[in-house]
C-alpha cells in the first residue's frame, strides 16, 4: 500500500487519517468500506488474508494501524463514540497514542483489537467487538 500509514495523528486529525486510507484501499483494492458497522466483518476477512501469508507484523503494521482507524471511527459515527489522546499510561496499557471513549466514558482500544484480530485470528472478531461494546449511544451517530 502506497502512502504512509504508520504513524497515528492525533485525536483531532484521526479522522483524515481515516479518510485518506478509505480513499486509497477503496481505490486501490475495490473495498467497499462504507463506515458501517457490517463493513466491521470485512475487517475481519481483510485481516484474515493478510494473516494467510503469515508475514511478520512489522510488514503488515501499517495496514493493520489504519484497519483499526478505520473500525474506531465506525464506531466513533455509529455509536456516540469519540477520538481521545490516552494518557501515558493509557498508552502503556493499551500500547497505541490514541482510541476511542465511549458515551459511557469507558475507553476502548479498536487499533489493539485489529492488532488482536491478526495474531490471535478468528477467535478475536472486530465486527464482534463493535456488537459487545458497553457504553454505546442508544441512537446511531451519523456525522
Given at each position: 500500500?502506497?502512502?504512509?500509514?504508520?504513524?497515528?495523528?492525533?485525536?483531532?486529525?484521526?479522522r483524515?487519517?481515516?479518510?485518506?486510507?478509505?480513499?486509497?484501499?477503496?481505490e486501490?483494492?475495490?473495498?467497499?468500506?462504507?463506515?458501517?458497522?457490517?463493513?466491521?466483518?470485512?475487517?475481519?476477512?481483510?485481516v484474515?488474508?493478510?494473516?494467510?501469508?503469515?508475514?511478520?507484523?512489522?510488514?503488515?503494521?501499517?495496514?493493520?494501524c489504519?484497519l483499526?482507524?478505520?473500525?474506531?471511527?465506525?464506531?466513533?459515527?455509529?455509536?456516540?463514540?469519540q477520538?481521545?489522546?490516552?494518557?501515558a499510561?493509557?498508552?502503556?496499557?493499551?500500547?497505541?497514542?490514541?482510541?476511542?471513549?465511549?458515551?459511557?466514558?469507558?475507553?476502548?482500544?479498536p487499533?489493539?483489537?485489529?492488532?488482536?484480530?491478526?495474531?490471535?485470528?478468528?477467535?478475536?472478531?472486530?465486527?464482534?467487538?463493535?456488537?459487545?461494546?458497553?457504553?454505546?449511544?442508544?441512537?446511531?451517530?451519523?456525522?
Amino acid at each position: 500500500m502506497d502512502g504512509d500509514f504508520r504513524t497515528l495523528p492525533g485525536a483531532r486529525n484521526v479522522r483524515a487519517y481515516v479518510t485518506q486510507f478509505v480513499a486509497r484501499v477503496t481505490e486501490r483494492n475495490r473495498l467497499p468500506l462504507d463506515y458501517s458497522v457490517a463493513s466491521l466483518r470485512l475487517v475481519d476477512l481483510v485481516v484474515d488474508g493478510l494473516r494467510r501469508d503469515q508475514p511478520e507484523r512489522s510488514r503488515v503494521e501499517p495496514f493493520l494501524c489504519g484497519l483499526g482507524a478505520y473500525t474506531g471511527e465506525v464506531i466513533v459515527r455509529r455509536a456516540g463514540a469519540q477520538w481521545v489522546d490516552f494518557d501515558a499510561e493509557q498508552r502503556a496499557f493499551f500500547g497505541q497514542p490514541v482510541g476511542i471513549r465511549m458515551p459511557d466514558g469507558r475507553a476502548w482500544n479498536p487499533l489493539g483489537k485489529v492488532v488482536n484480530r491478526f495474531e490471535a485470528g478468528s477467535e478475536e472478531s472486530v465486527q464482534h467487538f463493535y456488537l459487545m461494546l458497553h457504553g454505546r449511544a442508544g441512537r446511531q451517530v451519523l456525522l
